[in-house]
């Protein structure tokens, strides 16, 4: 299983762009990469998933280069409410054993 | 259901008690995982199920710790005999294979051990 490496916070001002970058050496091949945000008191909750190359969806991008070996995720125009913890994860089809790292603490100031 | 239920949402017991917490997961969902948060920490996995089998239950923190899961639905997490240092959020998620194994989760239930 791929283990996954991010930073441990970040700061942001509100109408910016967030990158958060997650690194993930031993990615697996059949292995996707997905984010979550959670918000205090809720459970996480998904964000956006992709393979390779860049996906997009209304809420962010997901850019992940040619060697896999890490991810990054973009939060266009962040607002106070983007304020979160942001997980990224490798899942396989096929294997459950999904171990969570320590998540990027999001802070966006006014 | 629409979505991962929980309950209790939250529960208050004294030490040395007993605690069951239930997950009913998205209909049609094969896999169903367990996991806790403490106050501020990250998520701790303690075990996934595929169907009923839990193949690995080595993430179950203690003996004291345990679950089950019938008809391939609803799951319950069993705490014998609480600690304070149960005191956490416990999480149940679900997912299929056919969504690409997205984990959803629940709300969680909170438990206090006073």
């Known amino acids: 299983l791929a283990k996954t490496t991010q930073p441990i916070s970040m700061d942001s001002y509100e109408g910016q762009e967030v990158n958060i970058t997650c690194s993930h050496n031993?990615?697996?091949?059949?292995?996707?990469i997905t984010w979550y945000q959670q918000f205090p008191s809720q459970g996480p909750r998904f964000i956006i998933q992709g393979y390779k190359t860049k996906v997009t969806n209304e809420v962010a991008s997901l850019f992940i280069p040619a060697d896999r070996k890490s991810s990054t995720l973009s939060l266009p125009r962040v607002s106070l409410s983007d304020t979160a913890v942001y997980y990224c994860l490798a899942t396989t089809s096929g294997t459950y054993k999904y171990i969570f790292g320590t998540g990027t603490r999001l802070k966006v100031l006014a | 259901g629409a979505g991962v239920s929980q309950s209790p949402s939250n529960k208050v017991t004294e030490k040395g008690k007993d605690v069951e917490l239930r997950c009913d997961p998205i209909s049609g969902h094969t896999a169903l995982y367990w996991y806790r948060q403490s106050l501020g920490q990250g998520l701790e996995f303690l075990i996934y199920?595929?169907?009923?089998?839990?193949?690995?239950k080595s993430g179950l923190p203690s003996d004291r710790f345990s679950a089950e899961r019938t008809g391939g639905s609803v799951s319950t997490l069993t705490i014998q005999r609480t600690q304070q240092e149960d005191s956490a959020v416990y999480l149940c998620a679900s997912s299929s294979r056919a969504d690409g194994n997205t984990i959803y989760f629940g709300e969680g239930s909170w438990l206090t051990v006073v």
């Open positions: 199920f595929q169907g009923n089998s839990a193949p690995d």
């Open positions: 031993n990615i697996a091949t059949n292995d996707y």
